[in-house]
Nanobody
Framework: QVQLVESGGGTVQAGGSLRLSCAPSEPITWFNVMSWYRQAPGKEREWVATITTSGGTTGYADFVKGRFTISRDVAKNTMTLQMNSLEFEDTGVYFC?????WGQGIQVTVTA
């Protein structure tokens, strides 16, 4: 029941960039695997990207490959999602996940 906190959301025009970050409320907590998910209004939550503890292993959903980059700062115990070339369809609430812990979600809005 560790709380995950997302930050960095906002509104951007298509083609722009945003950077999301996620950190546990209890900094000492360490997760070997962390992921990003997103959910558009009225849609199912979908997986976006995953990263392992070392950052050496990553995985991306096809719809973000080449545009999004997931990374991890071990010292700060944070996970980051760099989102470039944002598209209107990227709009939604983005969630950080580790094990069965979910963040509250943060809004990302991309204007057409």
């Amino acid at each position: 029941q560790v709380q995950l906190v997302e930050s960095g959301g906002g509104t951007v025009q298509a083609g722009g960039s945003l950077r999301l970050s996620c950190a546990p409320s209890e900094p000492i907590t360490w997760f070997n695997v962390m992921s990003w998910y997103r959910q558009a209004p009225g849609k199912e939550r979908e997986w976006v990207a995953t990263i392992t503890t070392s950052g050496g292993t990553t995985g991306y959903a096809d719809f973000v490959k080449g545009r999004f980059t997931i990374s991890r700062d071990v010292a700060k115990n944070t996970m980051t999602l760099q989102m470039n070339s944002l598209e209107f369809e990227d709009t939604g609430v983005y969630f950080c996940k580790a094990l069965k812990n979910w963040g509250q979600g943060i809004q990302v809005t991309v204007t057409a």
